[in-house]
């Protein structure tokens, strides 16, 4: 019986953290799409004697 007790355990234990890690990636996700990387930096000004 203590085996079974001991399965159900890691069993929900294995299930819990899968679901706060999926949790934590969708989480990321949405940080990341909020987040325009490809944005283009501004250009720098020019001096006078740049052509």
């Keep these: 019986m203590e085996t079974l007790v001991i ?6 234990a294995t ?10 990636n969708a989480q990321h996700d949405a940080r ?4 325009h990387f490809s944005d283009p930096l ?3 000004p020019r ?5």
């Design 42 to 44: 501004p250009r720098p």
């Design 15 to 24: 299930g819990i953290g899968t679901r706060l890690i999926h949790l934590l």
């Design 7 to 12: 399965i159900a355990v890691m069993v929900l």
């Design 47 to 51: 001096l006078p004697d740049d052509r």
């Design 32 to 35: 990341i799409a909020a987040y």
